[in-house]
């Protein structure tokens, strides 16, 4: 991810903030059209799910050049998710309900160049979470206490 990509990420994820709450319906409502055995995961009120959603994109997005205070919190969602029974296919799915989302949020502001860009977000965000969920299910993860000690 180049820093014009981290731009354009930024500038049109500025413009999507203004109908968050239409956004973040669109998302679930192609998430679930998509793959609607994913709707049995999430428990709960669908609205503070949608803010939920929101608010960390909005971090995630603003911290695009903080490694260092994006990582971490990508990974800790990641580990979360892992626990929810989120599988490594299901990023592709919320992948394509979130470019999905935000062409339909931005219209024409969402050209090739900008859906490059969220692509290339989209690829770091799922690979670290699924990395960190990976080290959660593996035997490594969870020390294992040797009955000889």
Known sequence: MNARQVQLVQHSFAQVQPIAEVAS???YARLFELDPALKPLFR???QAQGHKLMMMLGVA???LNK????MPAL????????GYGVTEAHYVTVGEALLWTLEQGLGEA???EVRLAWEAVYLL???TMQQAARRMTTPEAS???SSLT
Do not use: C, I, K, S
Request: charged share 25%; glycine share 6%; no cysteine.
């Open 143 to 145: 020390p294992v206490r």
């Open 125 to 127: 965000v799922a690979e």
């Open 110 to 112: 969402f050209t090739a």
């Open 75 to 82: 990974q800790r969602l990641g580990e979360r998710h892992a």
């Open 25 to 27: 319906d669109l998302f």
């Open 44 to 46: 709960g009120n669908m």
């Open 61 to 63: 997005v603003a911290n």
């Open 67 to 70: 490694p260092e205070v994006v």
